[in-house]
């Protein structure tokens, strides 16, 4: 069945959303800035070989897709996810296993279409840090990881259906 006609009269185009493509890597995406100016860390140069796609966007910004990793500091467990589409959007994230030993969260087994196939040793894994205000304490969203494959330049932030995992992990005082 076809969703468009074709006649010498018009056409007729359908209305359905076109499906999302499969996972590819970003070589030859001509839509990137060749800089992003965040107000946190000023004037970035987009390298495209940095760049990470998120198909689906992060939880609540579906539309920013493009994001380099930083470092927040040298050494620090911190990062910062930046997005390329909008220079004021960054979110902290970091190795949920620099502060929680045993996550080992199970990851979906579909992922690889998410994420482009990978090895174990592709595979970034972090999770997104909040510091609530007047709290004094991060928090880890544990129940939501941030899955990059650092071969393929693709990621996607996942929501895992294990009540185990909280939303809002708080991180002991001087962690």
């Not at 030993?101 to 972090?126: N, Q, T």
């Not at 999770?127 to 941030?146: D, I, R």
Request: aromatic share 6%; glycine share 8%.
């Amino acid at each position: 069945m076809s969703t468009a006609k074709s006649s010498t009269r018009g056409s007729r185009k359908s209305t359905a959303k076109p499906p999302v493509p499969r996972a590819k890597t970003l070589t030859g995406f001509a839509d990137l800035p060749a800089a992003v100016e965040s107000p946190r860390f000023g004037r970035l140069a987009v390298e495209p070989a940095k760049v990470i796609t998120l198909q689906h966007g992060m939880i609540g910004f579906p539309q920013q897709r493009h994001f380099i990793l930083l470092d927040h500091a040298p050494g620090s467990p911190l990062h910062w996810l930046q997005s390329v589409d909008e220079g004021g959007l960054a979110f902290p994230v970091a190795s949920p296993l620099h502060f929680v030993s045993d996550y080992r969260p199970a990851l979906p087994s579909d992922l690889a279409e998410l994420v482009g196939d990978f090895g174990d040793e592709d595979l970034w894994l972090g999770v997104v840090v909040s510091f609530p205000p007047g709290q004094g304490t991060a928090t880890l969203n544990l129940k939501a990881p941030v899955v990059l494959n650092t071969r393929s330049r693709l990621g996607a932030q996942l929501v895992l259906d294990d009540p185990s995992l909280p939303l809002r992990f708080v991180l002991p005082a001087g962690a």
